[in-house]
């Protein structure tokens, strides 16, 4: 049995065209894998602990043996909870909108709670920097109002991409698929057209 981690990036709900066409994934997985279990994160909705210098503090404090109070642990061990709901999955499945050429500032906000050493990362100064939680996979469901190419001729404006490959291989989460659902500024008939075909293009991912 499979554990999915779904993180949906976008505040619009039922209004997101990025959240329309990992629905549609989601729906075809679900079909193709009834045994998996599903846990979906939206991250305007879950109770994100600030990463400010209070758990900067609070992280060297802990991680470091320094006598960490135990406002201190307590603050950590927020963190730490969101981490391992995180690495709790196999595979993950994001909806992402562009928003200012990379992505929303709350899953950022997100990212830099889960990403944390001794949970799913660690730096030694012989083997430098190592991921954990190797052989996880992805799929990743881009949304922007402009046409921003998946690759090989990507925009050199785009961040939203660049950025998620990146981290996630930082975690060694491989990412296996990509469906991109842009330019959504565009006429009605149009747009339709471009989400029908996301949605197709989803299905057929997931069933497989
Ligand atoms: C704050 C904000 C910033 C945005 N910045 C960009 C941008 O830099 N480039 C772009 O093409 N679209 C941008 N957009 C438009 C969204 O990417 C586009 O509407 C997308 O379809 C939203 O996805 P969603 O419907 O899943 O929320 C922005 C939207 C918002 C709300």
Redesign the pocket.
């Known amino acids: 049995m499979t554990h999915l981690v779904y993180i949906e990036a976008?505040?619009?709900q039922a209004?997101?065209?990025?959240?329309a066409v990992a629905t549609a994934w989601l729906e075809a997985y679900r079909q193709a894998h009834p045994d998996d279990t599903v846990d979906t994160i939206n991250v305007w909705d879950i109770d994100l602990p600030p990463f400010d210098a209070d758990m900067i503090a609070a992280k060297f404090a802990v991680l470091r043996a320094q006598n960490a109070t135990a406002p201190q642990q307590a603050l950590w061990a927020r963190a730490v909870a969101v981490s391992q709901r995180f690495n709790a999955a196999d595979c993950y499945l994001f909806?992402l909108?562009?928003?200012?050429?990379g992505i929303p500032y709350r899953l950022k906000h997100f990212i830099d709670v889960v990403t944390l050493p001794g949970q799913n990362w660690r730096w030694s100064r012989e083997a430098g920097y190592q991921a954990l939680l190797p052989g996880k996979r992805a799929t990743l469901v881009y949304?922007?109002?402009?046409a921003?190419p998946l690759r090989p001729d990507e925009d050199e404006s785009d961040f939203q991409k660049p950025y998620m490959r990146r981290w996630l291989r930082f975690l060694d989460i491989a990412v296996t698929a990509e469906i991109s659902?842009?330019?959504?500024?565009v006429p009605p008939e149009a747009l339709a057209a471009t989400k029908a075909g996301a949605m197709e293009r989803a299905r057929a991912l997931a069933a497989n």
């Open positions: 976008s505040p619009m209004a997101s065209t990025s959240i909806s909108p562009m928003w200012n050429f949304s922007s109002a402009g921003y659902a842009s330019p959504t500024l």
